[in-house]
């Protein structure tokens, strides 16, 4: 980097740390202002730039009329590339007058600048797209309006050190700049006006959030009314919002359903492929004695078809906070070195205690964003599931409504169908729970040493108790299932022949069947009760014994250990984020075990059979037509089992039918 700041009267360093670190007056150098922070913003926005076209280009809202809002970003973007080339030209200009500038000040205003016309450009694409706030350009703006507060102070510092300008010219076009930008920011929190075409006024209590900006949604501010109201009166039912479109029950079911009629196709394709082979390997499945498990389309496949996307998002918003809670026990160290630290300059202490505070901010907003998408998530979870096996259960076979009964069904669309909405909470913990996990141990590891692996063979030790206690649920689970089903069977046929019932006083013995049923289920559910009550007890004192082994074993081993305030303030921030990962663990164990069991039975009722509907007769009658339609060689006055099933007119007219048949007509 020391080559593009150059050398001599219009050259500087790139780091300097007696004017950056060790001072009471802290500073950058003009190369790094000039060259890293402010290609940061521009980094960011070609970064950025492949997945918002993306998006954008599958998330048309039709396009927004010019108006003067747009209009005016537009003529700040293109402003703001003519101060860039115009920098760029000065240099150009010193360059044929004897004076070399750095090589920065070329590549700088060139990158700039471009930047500056590619984001003119996206505000014109965003509203032919129908964006009405962009999140992007305004963290773009946003970027840029910090990276421009230090040189902002740096060239005032400067000057009132100098007594007067050293480069006007450069001087000028900075605060031209700035001033830019800072209006840019400003216009960009701004919302547009909703695309054109686009359907006004037509529900009466729209869902506000599809609306709102972009900072509207950061902030949750759509829903301070709803709040407000709800503490001012009772909610009613008018009071709600009405769902947004993609996530109403057509829209979710529909492409839950399509993605499991994907599945389908897919398995019959296989099977139709393996038809041929399976006369040639018979012989060998005589001889090794076992037969090959047919292939069943995977409904966890069309799930994760349908939902994978929205599960991607939450998964970076879960990332991200996973990192940033790792960011405070760094900081948290540095403050203390500060304090123990009487030379420090003062500014230290500042500036670790406010990235404390924007890191701890930056985690909440996140957080929230990541709960907010994955409770949305799983209710379209539940709500595609059971509209799924709603429809199957209009449509299968009369056999298969002999095997499935009417409580059976029920138990599917409200039980299993709540198991993933249950579990989709914990989905990310799969991975995050790990990821959490291995960077407590990596950062413990740099403060402790190799006492912390006192507490990973705790942990360890912890896992086949764990695992023993989750099999032994599984199959619990799966009893009690098996017992509610038979129980909702047994209470459908009692409330169907309760006459019969009543007639010959049969309710003791139906009674006692039901209660026996219950018992057994009451009985397991106590011993479930058992189990993830002392699993939850272990788990939950872990980290606890996790962080006293660990601190005990490291000032037992060596007598030059000695646990300061920094080690001891940091090891327990450390653990208490590890106590998350490892408190959610037996609760993500429990859903599993419990989606597991209900994924294999959503998945066995739709693959059974089903009615073939090219069996049913579509017969054209025309409009206006009353009457009633009989087949070829039936008396039309004799139709339903030979009983009459219309009262035929004074003067029955015969009409010929579509199959042939006769229709009574008045």
Known sequence: MDTLCGSGKFGSKFWDS???????????????????????????????LPCYLLYLRHHGRGYITLSHLSRLKTVLGVLLWCVSWADLFYS??????????????FVTPLVVGVTMLLATLLIQ??????????????????????????????????????GEISDPFRFTTFYVYFALVLCALVLACFREKPPFFSAKNIDPNPYPETSAGFLSRLFFWWFTKMAIHGYRH????????????????????QQLLEAWRKQQKQTARHKAAAAPGEIASSEDEVLLGARLRPRQPSFLQALLTTFGSSLLISTCFKLIQDLLSFINPQLLSVLIKFISNPTAPSWWGFLVAGLMFLCSMMQSLILQQYYHCIFVI??????????????????????????????EIVNLMSVDAQRFMDLVPFLNLLWSAPLQIMLAMYFLWQNLGPSVLAGVALMVLLIPLNGAVAVKMRAFQVEQMKLKDSR???????????????LYTWE????????????RELQLLRKAAYLHATSTFIWVCSPFLVT????????????????????????????????????MLPQLISNLTQASVSLKRIQHFLSQDELDTQCVERKTISPGFRGLCAPAGMDPELHSSGKRAVRPSPEPQALPASSGGLCLAR
Request: hydrophobic residues 50%; proline residues 5%; positive net charge.
């Open 508 to 519: 003791p013995s139906f009674l006692q069947q039901v209660e026996g049923i219950r018992l």
């Open 18 to 48: 007696n004017l950056s670190v060790h001072t009471d007056n802290p500073d950058l150098t003009p190369c790094f202002q000039n060259s890293l922070l402010a290609w940061v913003p521009c980094i960011y926005l070609w970064v950025a």
């Open 488 to 502: 909702i069977k047994l209470m459908s046929e009692i409330l169907n022949g309760i006459k019969v019932l009543k």
């Open 378 to 407: 799983g209710l379209k979870l539940r709500t595609g599931i059971i509209g799924v096996i709603y429809r199957k259960a209009l449509v299968i076979t009369n056999s298969v409504k002999r095997a499935s009964t009417v409580g």
């Open 234 to 253: 009772p909610l009613e039912e008018k009071d709600l919002w009405s769902l947004k479109e993609e996530d109403r029950s057509q829209m979710v079911v």
């Open 548 to 583: 006293l082994i660990t601190l005990w074993v490291y000032v037992y081993v060596d007598p030059n250990n000695v646990l300061d305030a920094e080690k001891a303030f940091v090891s327990v921030s450390l653990f208490n984020i590890l106590r998350i990962p490892l408190n």
């Open 125 to 162: 694409y965003e509203r032919l797209q129908g964006v009405q706030s962009s999140g992007v350009l305004i963290i773009f703006w946003f970027l840029c309006v910090v990276c421009a507060v230090i040189p902002f102070r740096s060239k005032i510092l400067s000057a009132k050190a100098e």
């Open 92 to 105: 150009f200009h010193g360059l044929v007058h004897g004076r070399a500038p750095a090589p920065v000040f």
